[in-house]
């Protein structure tokens, strides 16, 4: 039904760019790029359309709390997530998810290696216990614009044998 295939191979630039998407880019921009979008409303049961995608499906989220304000979110997302392209209010591309199957890398570092093996990169690894998300640090700073999710989503010292299923590279001030 779409168009377009995304880079599956083009390195993860943090807070720039994953899958041939810039971040930044505006919704609409993206939907040309992408073609025919069968979209989708987040009760919908989606990990069935999901797990037998051959290409883009789109879904539509809201956040926030019951009675309260929320946001729209718009998702874009290629075959079983190997690809999650994430919008909001602002209708920009705030974040690319990578999973696995995803063969594109940051300085070695892709969907489907160990956490630990970013150690060996001369890296840092901090645990984010709010989002259950690991950040990247060099001399005790982080690393803005990239973010990992893993198999466990808990410290190393609770799981040290952890495997990177997601990597995000995100811009927060777009949302």
Same mark, same amino acid.
């Given at each position: 039904m779409? #168009?377009?295939?995304p880079?599956l191979?083009a390195?993860?630039?943090?807070s720039?760019?994953?899958a041939?998407f810039?971040?930044?880019a505006?919704?609409d921009s993206v939907?040309?790029?992408v073609?025919?979008?069968?979209w989708h409303?987040?009760n919908s049961?989606? *990990?069935e359309?999901?797990?037998m995608?051959?290409g =883009?499906?789109g879904?539509?989220?809201?956040?926030?709390?019951p009675g309260?304000?929320?946001?729209? !979110?718009?998702s874009?997302?290629?075959? #079983?997530n190997v690809v999650c392209l994430?919008? *909001?209010d602002?209708?920009k591309?705030?974040k690319?998810?990578v999973?696995?199957?995803y063969?594109g890398?940051?300085? !070695?570092?892709?969907?489907g #290696?160990?956490?630990?093996s970013?150690?060996?990169? !001369?890296?840092?690894?901090?645990? #984010?216990?709010?989002?259950d998300?690991?950040?990247?640090?060099?001399?005790?700073?982080p690393?803005?614009?990239?973010s990992f999710?893993?198999?466990?989503?808990?410290?190393?010292?609770?799981?040290?044998?952890?495997?990177?299923?997601?990597i995000s590279?995100?811009? =927060?001030?777009?949302?």
């Open positions: 779409s #168009n377009y295939n880079n191979m390195d993860l630039i943090p720039q760019s994953a041939g810039e971040i930044g505006d919704l939907l040309k790029k073609g025919p979008i069968l409303e987040e049961s989606l *990990e359309v999901l797990s995608s051959t =883009w499906t879904l539509k989220t809201r956040h926030g709390l309260g304000p929320y946001t729209q !979110g718009q874009l997302i290629y075959m #079983n994430e919008f *909001e602002s209708l591309l705030y690319i998810d999973g696995l199957g063969e890398c940051f300085l !070695g570092i892709k969907p #290696n160990k956490l630990q970013i150690e060996k990169e !001369g890296f840092s690894i901090l645990f #984010n216990d709010m989002d998300e690991f950040l990247l640090a060099r001399n005790q700073r690393i803005e614009g990239i999710l893993t198999d466990y989503r808990t410290s190393l010292e609770n799981a040290p044998d952890q495997t990177i299923h997601c590279i995100h811009d =927060w001030s777009l949302r």
